[in-house]
């Protein structure tokens, strides 16, 4: 049925198409937006690969067009390199320009008399090549950027970085505080000096500036009380650029799990939360590094006895392939009997309903920007091991900025994780970063009202895509 007023019947002949970089952390927080502006009228079609593809039947209000071969199998293994792997192969292969014209194509002849146009490309601040793809055929892209404000000021930096003597970094600088960019010390920032390849590094952070700079508009996945002075800096930085920037997070907070907010690619195990109903308030660490992070069997072992001695009770994910080299990790022998029933042990949980559990204390995370956002909005106090790229900022933020989390450094030992947990989690240790964590939570429920800055940034952004 065509929308009645003005505005309405201009979103509703409008449509969007969306790319996604194909890995969880991505995935996410493209589909809620993708819902987000489905929620203010506009079409939205999702462009995924076939390698982690969404299942459609969760997203019943969006549409999907599955690009064939774009990512070959050898990528899906293939390090962080495999973002430039997926590039290279999108545009040898021609297929996201072939989909993205016949979306064009068909989008035009959507409804007779009232055509529906493709306004524009939402990409992945990492996929180049279908913002070329997309220039090729005169579309308009914008660009998600799927980490905080912090790093992709951090991010666009790197030539100042390497100008000031930051980087390369050596042993003696790790603890030198980069005064243009507070709080974070060199040891926080992702050295591509240190990868077996550095030209690869250097390319994959110089990905986002590229796709930005070449963009209509930046969506950053955070809120205004989060990252002011960040944000303020940013738009001091674009607007001469005429690039406007919307900060519209937290995404997985814009839309209801009922309306496609479930963007999990892994079944999750709903066990965790009967188990959670038969634990008291606030006792419960629960302890995930997200979907892509590794640790070496030592630091598992490690982890597990932390845990153990730290005499909390523990839910704890346990992913396929998180020990390096094991598909599947057995515990520690002794591991199950110390726990002496105050533990659960899964492959892959239903977070946010899990952060949102009031037996849930807190949260051991590796600092991935999603994670991060889900413990804020839950005001989970949060202990910090952040592992590589922007996962170090963040966790400085967390522990330094918003002080609402404990940062552990360092090699990964029992002591100093069962220390670092009684901080965070015992009565009086951690009572100033639960005291903070609960303001925030406040903040980002007062953002996602609907005067609030991040659902204004999503009605600006609408009626940006509706001008281009
Ligand atoms: N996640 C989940 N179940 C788990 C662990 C993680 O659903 O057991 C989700 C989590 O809610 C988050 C995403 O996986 O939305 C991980 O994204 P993040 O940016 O935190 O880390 P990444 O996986 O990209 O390193």
């Not at 809620?32 to 502006?37: E, K, W």
């Not at 912090?150 to 930051?166: E, I, Q, T, V």
């Not at 205004?224 to 303020?232: A, I």
Request: with cysteine; net charge negative; aromatic share 6%.
């Amino acid at each position: 049925m065509a929308a009645a007023g003005g505005a309405d019947s201009r979103r509703a002949a409008a449509r969007v198409a969306v790319f996604p970089l194909p890995f969880q952390g991505h995935i996410s927080p493209m589909l809620q937006l993708a819902g987000a502006l489905r929620s203010r009228g506009l079409a939205v079609t999702v462009l995924h690969t076939e390698f982690n593809a969404p299942d459609p039947a969760r997203h019943p209000g969006l549409d999907f067009v599955s690009v064939p071969d774009a990512i070959p199998e050898t990528v899906a293994a293939n390090g962080i390199a495999k973002i430039l792997a997926l590039n290279a192969a999108m545009e040898a292969s021609g297929h996201v320009r072939g989909a993205l014209a016949s979306l064009m194509a068909s989008a035009s002849a959507e409804r007779e008399g009232e055509p529906r146009r493709l306004a524009c490309l939402v990409i992945d601040s990492t996929l180049t090549a279908t913002q070329k793809a997309a220039a090729g055929l005169g579309l308009p892209t914008l660009v998600l950027h799927t980490g905080s404000a912090a790093c992709f000021r951090l991010f666009r930096s790197y030539d100042m970085l390497h100008d000031k003597g930051y980087l390369p970094s050596t042993e003696s600088n790790l603890d030198m505080p980069i005064e243009e960019l507070p709080p974070l010390l060199v040891r926080d920032l992702f050295d591509p000096s240190k990868l077996p390849n550095k030209e690869i590094g250097q390319k994959i952070l110089n990905l986002a500036t590229e796709t930005t700079t070449n963009s209509s508009g930046a969506i950053l996945n955070t809120f205004e009380d989060l990252e002011p002075h960040e944000l303020g800096m940013i738009r001091d930085e674009l607007a001469p650029k005429g690039i406007p920037p919307f900060a519209v997070g937290p995404l997985h907070k814009l839309i209801a799990s009922s309306d496609g907010g479930d963007t999990s690619l892994l079944d999750q195990d709903r066990s965790c939360i009967e188990w959670l109903d038969a634990q008291a308030p606030g006792s419960v660490l629960y302890v995930s590094f997200g979907s892509v992070v590794h640790v070496t069997q030592d630091e598992f072992t490690e982890i597990a006895w932390g845990l153990a001695n730290s005499g909390k009770p523990l839910l704890w994910v346990v992913r396929r392939g998180l020990v390096l080299g094991v598909e599947k990790q057995e515990l520690p022998d002794g591991f199950e009997s110390a726990m002496e029933g105050r533990g659960k042990v899964t492959e892959w949980a239903p977070q946010q309903e899990v952060l949102a559990h009031p037996a849930v204390g807190g949260f051991w995370t590796h600092n991935g920007w999603n994670s991060t956002l889900e413990s804020i909005y839950e005001g989970v106090p949060m202990l910090s091991r952040p592992v590589f790229g922007d996962q170090l900022a963040t966790g400085r933020y967390v522990a330094d900025t918003w002080k609402i989390g404990v940062l552990l450094e360092g090699v990964l030992e029992r002591g100093e994780i069962e220390k670092a947990i009684s901080r965070l989690m015992d009565e009086n240790a951690g009572v100033e970063i639960r005291g903070r964590a609960k303001e925030l939570k406040e903040k980002v429920r007062i953002c996602l009202e609907s005067s609030g800055s991040s659902q204004q940034a999503v009605d600006k952004l609408v009626d940006h895509i509706l001008s281009l």
